[in-house]
């Protein structure tokens, strides 16, 4: 091959023919083995005959049985038409590079190659990072003895910057399952017991929220509180039908049942029962208890009365003054709704 004169000008040297590599006009073509620059200016340009369109191609693996054109600082290079394009994989990147999409190398791990003092990992050696939150919902915990691979911050509007921890995948482990348990059938009169006192924890539940200004979850805590009184409903009249509890008069505005050691109100009474000519007293208000261990499951307790039918030959109490207390919700959908005062006991007779 004749010597060519290096031109003067880098102008020149495309007029003639030259391709400056450092300007990106050689594209994906790469210099040949042996192939030796033409320097203008200390700029680099190659002959159009020692390029040919190949490169590392990181991304592609060459198909079975192919040659590289050439190797250089330990790395293949292909021409393209070399490669199956079809199947793309993740170039080998620096620890910095990984942890941009999210990978880390995992601990131990050798650098597939190193340049220049910097180590490069290929993707079968890394492990997923993610922030505490996105490992929940993976279903993943965060080890005690874990350590945060590094803190994350950013601005949010109104409250400022924030900070979260990422963590390596190595650093989790699967979330414990719960032992689930469907619900299983009860002792009727215990599962009265038991939806009457929640039923009552609800009440001042939507008494919360409404004075609170939620009155999404007011209404929400309202809905099952009035769900758990209808069922109590269903229990005494079952109850009452299979001559557990009898009726035993009124007692401050309710019907009261005794039996097996339990005592309930109500509003409903039997329709052949003869109440008080005088006006009911006033409505009394008892504070909700929380669950005890001797109460059944709700859900238990739930499944237990709703397989029951309506009540069956009950009628419902009269109108008793209403209770207003400052702090208690109550709107018109409650008036008259006189389960909220309801006693109850401990299944021993005594009233709180």
């Known amino acids: ?89 993740f170039p080998e990147r620096d620890p910095e590079g990984w942890s941009r999409l999210g990978f880390a190398p995992r601990r131990g791990e050798t650098p597939a190659h190193t340049h220049r003092g ?19 919902e993976a279903g993943k915990a965060i080890l005690g003895s874990a350590e945060v691979f590094f803190v994350g911050k950013f601005k949010k509007s109104g409250v400022g910057l924030l900070e979260y921890s990422i963590y390596r995948e190595s650093d989790t482990r699967p979330k414990r399952v719960a032992n689930y348990r469907e619900p299983v059938t009860v002792d009727l009169l215990a599962a009265i017991f038991a939806v009457n006192r929640a039923a009552k924890r609800y009440r001042d539940a939507a008494s919360a929220q409404y004075w609170a200004s939620n009155h999404g979850f007011a209404r929400r805590a309202k809905i099952t509180k009035t769900h758990l009184y209808e069922l109590k409903d269903r229990g005494i009249s079952a109850a009452l039908q299979t001559g557990r509890i009898a009726y035993e008069g009124t007692h401050g505005g309710f019907a009261l049942y005794r039996g097996e050691g339990y005592c309930y109100h109500s509003t409903l009474s039997p329709a052949d029962a003869v109440l008080p000519v005088e006006p009911l007293a006033a409505a009394l208000r008892v504070e909700a208890k929380p669950r005890t261990a001797k109460e059944p499951r709700l859900k238990d307790a739930v499944a237990t009365l709703e397989a029951l039918p309506a009540p069956v030959g009950m009628v419902a109490m009269p109108p008793r003054e209403r209770f207003q207390e400052r702090g208690h919700y109550r709107h018109e959908a409650d008036e008259g709704d006189c389960a909220d005062f309801d006693l109850e006991d401990d299944g021993r007779g005594l009233y709180y």
Do not use: H
């Open 1 to 89: 091959m004749a010597v060519l004169e290096a031109p003067k000008t880098k102008k020149l040297a495309v007029e003639m023919g030259l391709i400056p590599k450092a300007t990106g006009d050689a594209g994906s073509r790469s210099p040949r083995v042996g192939a030796a620059p033409i320097r203008v200016k200390g700029s680099p340009f190659w002959r159009p005959e020692d390029l040919f369109e190949g490169g590392p191609f990181p991304r592609f693996l060459p198909w079975e049985g192919e040659v590289p054109e050439l190797s250089w600082e330990g790395r293949l290079y292909y021409r393209l038409n070399q490669l199956n394009t079809q199947i793309e994989l």
């Open 118 to 136: 910097v180590g490069y990992f290929a993707e079968k050696q890394l492990e997923k990072l993610a922030a505490r939150g996105k490992w929940n």
